[in-house]
């Protein structure tokens, strides 16, 4: 680990912007489809924006495990490791935290882990970085946190609707996604149903 470097800092103030992002994350996941700006000033590698990589910088640490698609750079990898200490692997179904740059070229993403009866918190997030949220299917959200039914139509593929429409009854079980533009952040816990 000591000898992995990189030129380009994180978050110009720690604290202050990490308990600013994970204020941010928490807003998301309590109001899913509603998203919610992140404004921290923070330097990231090619390939990733700025709001995911606050997200990282917030929620990885020692005791976590990574997966990344491999389509990120070494970059990134090095700039993760670097600054938060976390553990990469290659296997999905151990993965606390799961990177997303490329959503379309995503086989399948019910290979990552949904929990256990007995842990279901153990299940593996998503950080899915997207183009925007605008431009994709029109869909319907419905569920805790959402008072009244929110329209919204992110740009993701459609397999992605249809990977939640298995994820969604699996509660307690089940993956909680957060997708990332380059300055904001949406939540989409488990709980959330689409139609």
Request: proline share 9%; charged share 15%; glycine share 8%.
């Amino acid at each position: 680990m000591s000898n992995i470097l990189t030129q380009i800092p994180g978050f110009s103030d720690p604290v202050h912007d990490a308990q600013q992002t994970f204020r941010a994350l928490l807003a998301a996941e309590a109001r899913p489809g509603y998203p919610e700006c992140l404004r921290v000033e923070i330097k990231v590698p090619e390939g990733l924006t700025p709001a995911c990589g606050a997200a990282c910088l917030t929620l990885l640490d020692l005791d976590v495990k990574l997966w990344i698609q491999p389509s990120f750079s070494s970059s990134v990898k090095n700039w993760l490791l670097f600054h938060t200490g976390c553990q990469l692997t290659v296997y999905p179904e151990e993965a606390d935290f799961a990177l997303v740059q490329d959503l379309g070229s995503m086989r399948d993403l019910s290979v990552f882990n949904p929990g256990t009866g007995e842990n279901p918190e153990d299940s593996t997030t998503l950080l899915i970085q997207i183009a925007s949220f605008n431009g994709g299917k029109s869909i319907t959200l419905t569920g805790p946190g959402i008072l009244s039914p929110k329209s919204m139509a992110p740009s993701v593929p459609n397999t992605f609707w249809e990977f939640w429409e298995q994820n969604y009854p699996l509660y307690p079980l089940g993956i909680d996604v957060f997708l990332f533009t380059e300055d904001s952040v949406m939540g989409l816990p488990r709980t959330a149903k689409y139609s």
